[in-house]
């Protein structure tokens, strides 16, 4: 599957998408593979500030535990409650259905710093 | 995902297997081998409900041939090995002075001086120098097959049936038990054990046979609907921690007695004490004197289950708490796919280790209630 174009991706392989003033946040596919089944997502609740390179919250997989970065400050307007009951979505859909929290930002000039889609999957993607 | 090999890993003699397959490939141990070809949770219900085969080539396989070989293995296995008969094997421990575990190892009886010793991949270079610095003048061959042959692992409830339909002696075998096969031209050594909690087999053979031998055995392995499909080493932890089967590193260390891990049964604790009419007299093991000590006063910890709530993955190191106090350690949990609920096994002080009492696990951010269960949390039924 190609990485998406429309999105900024971080070295730590989470996906950020930008509409408005909100930021949608996820982990990438290369991500949801190399840490096997997931078993356990939770986010931090809605409210919370988040600054930027703070965690929003962990994913669990068969193998390990991983704490999800965001490289952009902003405050959690949005939880997705279907991965937390269904968290092989984040496996099976890592760009769509799999998203995580959906962050309320006032400044997104940190995501000029990330990777385009191309420049990840150079690095990341499926070969 | 690539599965090419960088830097020095070996490659198993199924690597071809893993290719076709689509495995993720992972460092185990310095050999390339799939944590999964699927998913770890499909994995491991595709052996608790029909058949998986893996590949555990990476095992230590080391072959002892020679009027003391028996001597030997007596001398570092903590089970008699002198008295076994041809086509068993037993499984066993092989302990430090002070009684801590080395290794855990299966012994093979090939014949009445001919024996294969299966020891962990991690712990194989210092299991030969472990047996080099103690074989004295015992007169003895020993050397190591581990890259000669190749191992895997054929496992689930519909295996054995499989197996019928290719050999009908192979069914017959009692667990525990192995016998040396010729299939065609394949010369392999089958043994009805295993590392899932399954019934079903490991098989031996020439690492040049393996490719062919899978061919002309598996021809529908990886089919949507095959009874047995490939699996990966990471289902086989999940799989051995339902079955309660320590792993070397976790429940079983240098530090760690087989007596406190639940292994007395593969402890002879009075090897070499008395004499059977007849027969040339057993060494004493390497320990022996550590365990007796241990054995008299009762181990002060001892490994248990736990059945722990809410829906994360204990993990190692964690702390075990009793009354608030951490008292014990995680050593191995998992989401058990079985049961679908977290689980663990762990150590904790004798007095604390019976069935029922109620702990918390430590996951870090949060503490959560668990109960202590008698190992092993599944068993087939």
Not at chain 1, 44 to 66: F, N, R, Y
Not at chain 2, 31 to 39: C, H
Request: proline share 5%; with cysteine.
């Amino acid at each position: 599957m190609a990485t998406p174009t429309d999105r900024q991706y971080s070295e730590s392989h989470e996906w950020f998408l930008h509409q408005e003033d909100t930021v949608t946040i996820g982990i990438t596919k290369h991500a949801a593979d190399e840490l096997t089944d997931i078993t356990y997502v939770e986010m931090l609740p809605v409210g919370t500030d988040i600054a930027q390179g703070g965690s929003i919250g962990e994913v669990e997989s068969v193998k390990t535990t991983a704490d999800v970065i965001s490289m952009v400050a902003g405050s959690i307007s949005e939880v997705n409650d279907n991965v937390t009951n269904d968290p092989s979505l984040v496996n099976s859909d890592s760009y769509g259905e799999g998203w995580l929290v959906k962050l309320k930002v006032s400044d997104v000039s940190a995501l000029g710093e990330l990777m385009d889609g191309a420049t990840y999957d150079r690095l990341h993607g499926d070969s | 995902m690539t599965s090419s090999t960088e830097s020095n890993l070996k490659n198993s003699p199924f690597a071809s297997l893993h290719e076709q397959y689509g495995g993720q490939m992972v460092d185990f141990t310095g050999w390339n081998l799939p944590i999964r070809y699927t998913s770890i949770l499909e994995e491991h219900r595709q052996v608790r409900t029909s058949g998986g085969f893996f590949d555990v080539s990476h095992m230590g396989r080391l072959r002892f041939r020679g009027p003391d070989a028996a001597r030997c293995l007596d001398r570092v296995c903590t089970r008699q090995v002198q008295g076994m008969a041809e086509g068993q094997c037993r499984y066993s421990l092989v302990c430090n002075e002070q009684g801590g575990c080395r290794d855990d190892v299966l012994v093979y009886c090939m014949g009445p001086s001919e024996y294969l010793m299966v020891c962990n991949g991690a712990n194989r270079a210092k299991i030969i120098a472990h047996i080099e610095d103690n074989r004295g003048d015992l007169d003895f061959k020993f050397d190591d097959q581990t890259e000669k042959t190749a191992m895997c692992a054929v496992q689930g409830p519909k295996v054995m049936e499989f197996i019928g339909s290719v050999s009908k002696e192979i069914p017959t075998l009692k667990r525990f038990r192995f016998l040396i096969k010729n299939l065609m031209v394949l010369k392999v050594i089958v043994s009805r054990t295993g590392y899932t909690g399954e019934d079903g087999v490991e098989v031996i053979l020439d690492a040049k046979m393996a490719a062919p031998a899978l061919k002309m055995l598996l021809k529908d392995l990886g089919q949507q609907d095959s009874i047995v499909r490939p699996c990966g080493l990471g289902a086989r932890d999940t799989l051995r921690m339902e079955a309660g089967m320590p792993l070397y590193g976790h429940e079983l260390t240098e530090e760690i007695d087989p007596l406190s891990a639940g292994l007395g049964f593969a402890v002879k604790l009075d090897k070499g004490e008395t004499v059977d009419e007849g027969a040339p007299p057993v060494e004493r093991f390497i320990g022996q004197d550590a365990l007796q000590a241990i054995a008299a006063k009762g181990p002060v910890r001892r490994l248990v289950g736990l059945h722990v709530e809410g829906r994360r993955s204990p993990r190692q190191s964690m702390p075990i708490l009793v009354g608030g106090e951490p008292l014990g350690e995680v050593t191995s949990g998992c989401v058990s796919p079985t049961l679908e609920r977290p689980i663990a096994m762990g150590y904790l002080p004798s007095e604390h280790a019976v069935a029922g009492t109620p702990v918390q696990v430590d996951l870090g951010r949060s503490q959560v209630d668990a109960v202590v269960r008698d190992l092993p949390l599944y068993k087939r039924p």
